[in-house]
């Protein structure tokens, strides 16, 4: 075995255990060895009915996920194309599509060792709608966002994730100049609500599929 089909090896078994401790905490969660075959498997799991909403995933992004939805006619909630231009009181309303939306399609900023999910969130609609909201919440997630423990988590959320989102979208804050948190404290700011969903309730509401690439943020 070469380095990458040893590294396949590890995240395959690691995602082994993970997907069992899920399925107790009642999310559903299955494993796709890479970016493509996940695609697939989340295709597949979408329903035909019901707007699709696209919540600022990476990770859905280079998985091919978010052009699919763009391209296929379907009723969205689509953040990133639909929120440019809108004031302060139209952007709110447009949020707030996302709870009655059919299906979410996004990720977590990590996940730890015992099937938790972490995520930091700018303004609480994604993580709102993650805990309430839409009948089915999909969530595609890289074996490079599963930490050991619970403090592993928080810190990949907040000294990894953050900063690249704050890079990625271009905002003023001091995380963009040094590549990690200085809890800054700005209205700027995109880490305002921390959230750990430690079950899927309803039973199943919440899908997790894990990919064996290095994804995301
Ligand atoms: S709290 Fe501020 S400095 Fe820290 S990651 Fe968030 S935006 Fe950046």
């Known amino acids: 075995m070469n380095d990458a089909e040893i590294k396949a090896w590890q995240w395959e078994c690691q995602a082994g255990d993970l997907i069992k401790k899920m399925e107790k905490r009642g999310f559903k969660a299955c494993y796709a060895s890479t970016g493509a075959e ?16 696209l919540l600022g995933s990476q990770t859905m992004n280079q998985i091919g996920v978010y052009a699919h939805f763009r391209a296929s ?9 639909q929120l440019k231009g809108l004031g302060p009181e139209e952007a709110h309303d447009y949020r707030r599509r996302i709870f009655l ?3 979410m399609l996004a990720s977590a900023n990590a996940v730890d060792a015992d099937g938790r999910l972490y995520n930091i969130d700018g303004v609480g609609n994604r993580v709102a709608a993650m805990i ?3 009948n089915q919440v999909i969530l595609a997630v890289g074996m490079n966002k599963v930490c050991a423990s ?6 990949r959320a907040r000294q990894t ?11 003023p ?21 921390f959230t750990i969903i430690d079950r899927s309730k309803p039973v199943g509401r919440i899908n997790v599929v894990l990919i064996g690439e290095l994804l995301g943020y």
Do not use: F
């Not at 994730?161 to 905002?171: C, D, E, H, T, V």
């Not at 804050?173 to 609500?193: F, G, M, V």
């Open 150 to 155: 619970p403090e592993e988590a928080w810190r």
């Open 161 to 171: 994730a953050s900063p690249m989102n704050n890079k990625r979208i271009g905002l």
């Open 38 to 53: 996940a695609r697939k498997i989340i295709l597949d799991l979408v329903p035909d009915r019901g707007a699709v909403g």
């Open 101 to 103: 939306a059919e299906v």
């Open 73 to 81: 006619g379907r009723e969205l909630v689509d953040h990133a194309t």
């Open 173 to 193: 804050n001091p995380c963009t100049k040094s590549a990690r948190c200085h809890d800054c404290q700005l209205e700027s700011s995109i880490c305002n609500y």
């Open 132 to 134: 309430y909201g839409p």
